[in-house]
T-cell receptor, first 115, second 114 residues
Framework: EAQVTQNPRYLITVTGKKLTVTCSQNMNHEYMSWYRQDPGLGLRQIYYSMNVEVTDKGDVPEGYKVSRKEKRNFPLILESPSPNQTSLYFC??????????????FGPGTRLLVL | SQQGEEDPQALSIQEGENATMNCSYKTSINNLQWYRQNSGRGLVHLILIRSNEREKHSGRLRVTLDTSKKSSSLLITASRAADTASYFCATVSYYGGSQGNLIFGKGTKLSVKP
């Protein structure tokens, strides 16, 4: 089944304890992206990657890192999580980005609570 | 940078009625997409309309796009309780050096009562 998977789905951690949220897609998509969703703010893009070894900042990259060593994986790393990073995180992928496309396939989400 | 703004923020209707949601955006776009999100779950792509299209249909969904007004509307006809979800518009733009990323609005929360 074509899908985007994220792990873990739920995570409670403490301030400063490094964590990684994994994202994997089995559709051979070039483009992958991370979003966070907060009440009243909608979805905001954190980082995106247009291909292996190519990553770029989105609208809210502070406090996050990503890597794209393989086409299928795009982990999100929080080196020193803080309470303001408590949020619902989504990974997404897309087969291509050139116009007129951009349709993205979303993972199920990771709910993170930083105490 | 938030591009789309949906209106209304929340909408409550009875089953069988039509639901209309609007989206306004600020800059020139290549296409506009609508996504649905069931509570706390991932977003699901519903429909894409290109900047040179004015109207598009998919099942009970009808999307219009008015690039002169920088606005779009999503109409769900004969709504069902299962349509209860949040609906987001998202724009894709390659103008002005934009990378073509999806820029989402804040969403309309639709509640369809049986």
């Amino acid at each position: 089944e074509a899908q985007v998977t994220q792990n873990p789905r739920y995570l409670i951690t403490v301030t400063g304890k490094k964590l990684t949220v994994t994202c994997s897609q089995n559709m051979n998509h070039e483009y992958m992206s991370w979003y966070r969703q907060d009440p009243g703010l909608g979805l905001r893009q954190i980082y995106y990657s247009m291909n292996v070894e190519v990553t770029d900042k989105g609208d809210v990259p502070e406090g996050y890192k990503v890597s794209r060593k393989e086409k299928r994986n795009f982990p999100l790393i929080l080196e020193s999580p803080s309470p303001n990073q408590t949020s619902l995180y989504f990974c997404a992928s897309s087969p291509y980005l050139g116009p007129p496309s951009g349709t993205q396939y979303f993972g199920p989400g990771t709910r993170l609570l930083v105490l | 940078s938030q591009q789309g703004e949906e209106d209304p923020q929340a909408l409550s209707i009875q089953e069988g009625e039509n639901a209309t949601m609007n989206c306004s955006y600020k800059t020139s776009i290549n296409n506009l997409q609508w996504y649905r999100q069931n509570s706390g779950r991932g977003l699901v792509h519903l429909i894409l309309i290109r900047s040179n299209e004015r109207e598009k249909h998919s099942g009970r969904l009808r999307v219009t796009l008015d690039t002169s007004k920088k606005s779009s509307s999503l109409l769900i006809t004969a709504s069902r309780a299962a349509d209860t979800a949040s609906y987001f518009c998202a724009t894709v733009s390659y103008y002005g050096g934009s990378q073509g990323n999806l820029i989402f609005g804040k969403g309309t929360k639709l509640s369809v009562k049986p």
